[in-house]
């Protein structure tokens, strides 16, 4: 300890803790260091007079006294940081080898772990890809089952379609069917209802006989159909047959005619029919 500053040691110590100048003194907690800087001041009170070379020389000794207290107790508190990195230090090497010895344990156990179970990775690899080969066979095989699920759906709606197409076509057909022969019987009707009435031997013998029944005029020479008796009735019973008449139906009409129930018309056909 320097002499000549004006802090005191006394020999007790209690780990981190000094007794300075009678103050119990703990560096790493600050406990102490306000009320020993307050005994160092009291201690370097003087009263200043500068009209004397001694009085001004103890002056610069109590300076001197006051940095060298500093000094002291600088140095002191530096010694326990160089103990404190000492032990720092030993502690970092006791943790380095401590990690040291993890990592080796850490790395040789990995591998051994590794090495052991090697041959299940293997299998499991070996199932997984298994696996994956048979769900894309699946697949391929769901994909193509659809597929032709689709295709018959299709064709089943296109056959559906052209069905439903031939119904409406034969609906079309029979109504226009249905219409010729509604067209064809009003005619018949129509034809029977104005045909004169069958001439009797008793009406013409006594003078009953009216050839215009129901006073319906007909032209003094009747449109004739001549030429070829037999074409022309079977292009009539022919046109009369394909607007919907049956044959007898057809007959009755041109029979209507020749009989001059339809005006304006007359067909010449002799004794041949």
Do not use: C
């Not at 000549?4 to 119990?24: C, E, P, S």
């Not at 344990?105 to 179970?117: N, Q, S, Y």
């Not at 696996?131 to 299709?154: G, Q």
């Amino acid at each position: 300890m320097d002499e000549r500053a004006l802090v005191v040691f006394n020999q007790d110590r209690n780990g981190d803790i000094l007794t300075i100048n009678g103050v119990k003194l703990d560096f790493v907690t600050g406990t102490g260091i306000d009320l020993l800087i307050k005994r160092v001041r009291e201690a370097a009170i003087l009263v200043p007079d500068l009209s004397t070379g001694k009085s001004r020389q103890e002056i610069a000794s109590m300076s001197g006294k006051v940095s060298s207290s500093k000094v002291v107790l600088e140095k002191l508190g530096k010694g326990l940081v160089d103990g404190e990195k000492g032990l720092i230090a030993a502690r970092l090497k006791r943790i380095d080898g401590i990690n040291a010895s993890r990592n080796k344990i850490k790395t040789e156990l990995d591998a051994l772990r590794d090495e052991v179970r090697a041959p299940l990775a293997k299998w499991e690899k070996d199932q997984a890809a298994e696996k994956a080969r048979i769900a894309l066979e699946i697949k391929i095989e769901d994909d193509h089952a659809r597929a032709l699920i689709d295709n018959e759906v299709f064709d089943q709606r296109l056959e559906l379609t052209q069905r439903e197409a031939a119904i409406k076509k034969q609906e079309e057909e029979l109504a226009i069917h249905k219409k010729a022969q509604v067209i064809a019987q009003e005619m018949v009707i129509e034809a029977a209802r104005k045909a004169p009435e069958p001439k009797t031997e008793s009406a013409a013998m006594h003078g009953d006989f009216n050839p215009n029944p129901g006073g319906v005029s007909y032209p003094a020479q009747p449109r004739v159909l001549s030429g070829d008796a037999d074409p022309i009735l079977r292009e009539i019973l022919d046109d009369l047959r394909a607007v919907g008449l049956m044959r007898i139906q057809a007959a009755e009409v041109v029979d209507a005619i020749e009989k001059g129930a339809i005006r304006h018309l007359t067909i010449d056909r002799g004794d041949e029919w």
